[in-house]
């Protein structure tokens, strides 16, 4: 998240040096009409729309194609579908992004289930049919020469 986020945040910063910021202090009127201007409500929109394309691909990718986003990667974490499989696919993991935003607008509610369910499954992994898991960690190889 703090890639994705610092990545928006250099996108931004072309809109908002176009902006006069002293007006937002001095004439909070003047400042809130200059944010109606077209082209600003236009290469804003863009942004918001890259915004927008930038998350979808960060989770298509890392919970479709790689079965971890770098934050659950980094906690040794990876995200299985019903049968086991992971990574789980681009489209069950665009339904389970879908899923996912209708816990967060749901007040949180949807990601708390996990303290409430024995099997610890949010509301987006119940909807979607996928299990966030711990990575198997590798069995050290077998040294023919210990005795042990």
Not at 16 to 41: K, R
Not at 66 to 71: E, I, K, L, P, R
């Amino acid at each position: 998240m703090v890639l994705y986020c610092g990545l928006c945040a250099v996108l931004a910063y072309p809109v908002s040096q176009n902006l006069d910021w002293s007006l937002a202090v001095t004439d909070p009127e003047a400042f809130l009409e200059s944010l109606t201007d077209p082209g600003l409500v236009a290469h804003a929109a863009g942004i918001l729309g890259l915004w927008i394309a930038l998350w979808w691909c960060y989770f298509a990718v890392g919970w479709g194609l790689a079965g971890a986003t770098v934050g659950k990667w980094m906690l040794g974490l990876r995200l299985v579908d019903h049968r086991g499989h992971s990574p789980i696919g681009v489209s069950r993991a665009f339904l389970r992004l879908a899923a996912y935003s209708v816990s967060s607008l749901t007040l949180a509610l949807g990601h708390l289930l996990v303290v409430l369910r024995h099997d610890r499954r949010a509301l987006h992994d119940i909807l979607a049919g996928t299990w966030v898991v711990r990575k198997r960690a590798k069995p050290a190889p077998i040294d023919p020469h210990d005795d042990a």
